[in-house]
């Protein structure tokens, strides 16, 4: 029997003021989608910005539904946007905001498994990482380099 250790670099920031021009750009984008995020039922509203290649911003906000599983997360309307709007345009980037009506979210919120899943398909066929920037409504930010790092042990289309 062998154990592994797998561990991933994560750089946190105190504040906004502390990003790049262009990482502070992306979560402006992520925090303007989030305030038009459709979550009657949660109270919780997400936003995320995804910065393609060739410079162009996309962005998305979760959409719920009274029947639970049809609503699409935030990360994944944008995601899935990019790709139907710019087909072969790579990934650089994706912020994600979230916030509650009901309290104040001071922890940054990273994507559920099925965005992890999602956005990890995109690195794969791209073949190259997608940095990922994470903020509560207030707080901390987080980034970390690749989705790899966020699910170690991929499943992708080498398995099938």
């Known amino acids: 029997m062998q154990k592994r250790n797998i561990t991933f670099e994560l750089t946190t920031f105190d504040s906004l003021g502390e990003l790049s021009g262009e990482d502070a750009n992306l979560m402006a984008e ?3 989608a989030r305030k038009n995020a459709y979550a009657p039922y949660s ?4 936003g995320a910005a995804v910065l393609l290649e ?5 962005i998305g906000n979760n959409q719920e539904n009274a029947s639970y599983p049809s609503g699409l997360c935030a990360e994944r309307v944008a995601v899935f946007y ?6 072969g345009v790579g990934i650089k980037s994706i912020a994600i905001t979230a916030t509650s009506t009901t309290y104040q979210l ?7 498994g099925n965005c992890r899943q999602s956005i990890s398909e995109y690195e794969v066929r791209q073949k190259s990482p997608i940095a990922l ?3 509560g409504e207030t707080g901390k930010i987080l980034k970390c380099d690749s989705m790899a790092d966020l699910l170690p042990l991929g499943f992708d289309s080498s398995f099938l």
């Open 54 to 58: 060739s410079g162009e911003i996309v």
């Open 106 to 112: 001071t922890e940054p919120a990273a994507p559920c």
């Open 30 to 32: 992520a925090v303007a």
């Open 43 to 46: 109270n919780f509203q997400v």
């Open 133 to 135: 920037l994470m903020m």
């Open 82 to 87: 990019a790709g139907a709007k710019y087909p």
